[in-house]
């Protein structure tokens, strides 16, 4: 088991390692996120913050802090099962997850525009590993690091500060 700093450090880097995987499907890989897709990218960010500062504190606080980044997993996992609840044709996604309509003056504006936008919509599945998509990927390592990130939270001392 994780204990001390080291289970905030390792948490930080999984999840800017994480984060990095979806900036360079998108930036590398031309994979457009959608709305769901960019939505699930803020816990990470929040989680390195949270055990970055967990690394920085004694021990009582870096407990909390610890508990408040499960939190912040078990949010981001709920927001990726409602992603794959989309793609699945579950339940309807966001009104903003087929495109939102740009606004325009007249009807010439209105074509330039839409032609200029992507539209990446959140009920199609761009990429997918073994059946299962981005969106389920990302609630199983939510998932993952929120049960570690509890489980050190919890965790007895084993010396040290």
Same mark, same amino acid.
């Given at each position: 088991m994780l204990n001390g700093r080291l289970a905030p450090?390792? +948490?930080a880097l999984a999840s800017a390692a994480i984060l990095g995987s979806a900036l360079a499907s998108q930036y590398v890989g031309?994979? @457009?996120?959608?709305? +769901?897709?960019?939505?699930q990218r803020w816990p990470y960010v929040a989680t390195i913050v949270l055990c970055l500062a967990?690394?920085?504190?004694r021990r009582p606080a870096r407990r909390a802090l610890l508990a408040l980044a499960g939190l912040v997993f078990l949010a981001g996992a709920a927001v990726a099962a409602f992603h794959v609840g989309v793609e699945q044709h579950w339940w309807q996604g966001l #009104? @903003?997850?087929?495109?939102?309509?740009? #606004?325009a003056r007249t009807v010439e504006e209105l074509r330039a525009a839409l032609l200029q936008q992507p539209v990446v919509r959140?009920?199609?599945i761009a990429w997918s590993l073994f059946g299962i998509s981005m969106a389920g990927w990302n609630?199983? +390592? @939510?998932?993952?690091?929120?049960a570690l990130s509890f489980a050190s939270a919890l965790s007895k001392p084993t010396g040290g500060r």
């Amino acid at each position: 088991m994780l204990n001390g700093r080291l289970a905030p450090l390792f +948490l930080a880097l999984a999840s800017a390692a994480i984060l990095g995987s979806a900036l360079a499907s998108q930036y590398v890989g031309g994979l @457009s996120p959608c709305e +769901l897709c960019i939505w699930q990218r803020w816990p990470y960010v929040a989680t390195i913050v949270l055990c970055l500062a967990a690394a920085a504190v004694r021990r009582p606080a870096r407990r909390a802090l610890l508990a408040l980044a499960g939190l912040v997993f078990l949010a981001g996992a709920a927001v990726a099962a409602f992603h794959v609840g989309v793609e699945q044709h579950w339940w309807q996604g966001l #009104q @903003s997850c087929g495109g939102n309509l740009p #606004q325009a003056r007249t009807v010439e504006e209105l074509r330039a525009a839409l032609l200029q936008q992507p539209v990446v919509r959140c009920d199609e599945i761009a990429w997918s590993l073994f059946g299962i998509s981005m969106a389920g990927w990302n609630f199983l +390592l @939510s998932l993952g690091l929120a049960a570690l990130s509890f489980a050190s939270a919890l965790s007895k001392p084993t010396g040290g500060r």
